[in-house]
């Protein structure tokens, strides 16, 4: 057994569940390591004491903690007090993420709830979270991904031991009363992780947004039905900072921003293309933008989706060249077939592929995949579209056909028919 190669080792202990991993880790040396590099490969942090608690036992362990390659903050939070035992979810009114079994219990319930909110606000005006989070990430040398959730993990500590007669927490961003946020919600997760990233010095990959939208079961949320706030680019010179040296390493980005509102102006103030120009190694990014209007998430269908979709690319990405990228998505954002065609120039040399979804141009898409094509891509060799849009719409009882169509034809004369013979186009 002290011959078998690492990469058998490692192909046989993961064909175990969790259970019997556990098992074998703790009946051999020689399965020790490897056990604890398949078991510990995710810890979890957050505003909550108890996550923290084990965040930090974690990072202290001197095996354990050179195992871990991702974090994930789980952004849950108390936001208001609970004075009544008729709890209902302020998300929908319908579904109750906690209930009082028995009569009996309703005021300790209560009691717990409410001294987890004491104690949340105790951790953020102390900075306490920030500290744990950002010593941990100093003691996790080979962490390498940084993933955001705004719903409740069943593997998280905090969740695993929260009563379940207790209503419990919710992705709702945090709306604090002080600070460049004042009055307005914002993401708390996504400065704090930032923060604790630059502070430690921690070299991180990729970064990724998991949020599921609010008003879907939590076990049952898409991924990407929400977003990051503009609120969170709303910062000050040395959080700026912060942001850019949390993301100078990354390679690979999936950033997801609810652009709603009167919010908008937020992202036109250029911190976003800061930030995301600091990536200077990035080699995959998928920048969405979930647009919403009066509080009603717009869908492909929607006939007034071309007054929606209103962020402007070069407000998001700015006029910055990533020398080493090989992969983008646009999702939900306004261009120009100049802007565009500009944006693929730079990147030329090196993109293999191009994923353009919900994309309102001013112009036509058929001579803005005219001109991507002769810009004679060498590596490009894979294009998907969807649902684009034009400024002069068609009429709405052929708007769907037509999308569809132009979707299939972008990709096809992008690619065109003298690349080689692996190039094809997708239409999802």
Known sequence: MERLPAELMYEVLGQLSTRDMKSTRLASEIFHPVANQLLFRRVYASIHLKDLEVLSAISAHPTIRLAIREVVHIGVYFHYPIVTPEYIDPIDQSLYYGEFQQKDETYDCLDYYNARLQEQEKTRKSGYDLATISAALAEMPNVRSVVLVNQWRNTAPFFRSYPGSTARPFGVPLRIEEGPHAGKPFDYGFEIMCKAVSISGRQIENFDIQYGGHNLNRHDAIVENWGVLPTSFLCTPCDLQHYCNAFRHLRKIRLVI??????????????????????????????????????????????????????????????????????????????????????????????????????????????????????????????????????????????????????????????????????????R
């Open 258 to 427: 609810h652009n709603a509102g009167k919010q908008r102006h937020i992202l036109e103030s250029g911190n976003l293309p800061e930030i995301l120009a600091a990536a200077t190694e990035m080699k995959y990014m998928r920048i969405v933008m979930k647009n919403e209007r009066d509080g009603h998430e717009y869908t492909p269908e929607d006939e007034v989706v071309h007054n929606w979709v209103d962020m402007p690319l070069s407000k998001v990405l700015g006029t910055h060249t990533w020398p080493h990228l090989q992969g983008v998505s646009l999702i939900g954002m306004r261009t120009t077939s100049e802007e565009l065609v500009e944006f693929v120039r730079r990147h030329s040399s090196t993109l293999n592929f191009i994923d353009l979804k919900i994309m309102s141009l001013e112009g036509s898409w058929a001579g803005a995949a005219l001109r991507l094509r002769h810009l004679r891509c060498p590596a490009l060799n894979l294009v998907t579209c969807a649902n684009l849009l034009e400024t002069q719409k068609p009429q709405p009882q052929t708007r769907g056909l037509r999308d569809k169509l132009h979707s299939r034809e972008v990709a096809k004369c992008i690619l065109g028919h003298d690349y080689n013979s692996s190039s094809y186009w997708l239409m």
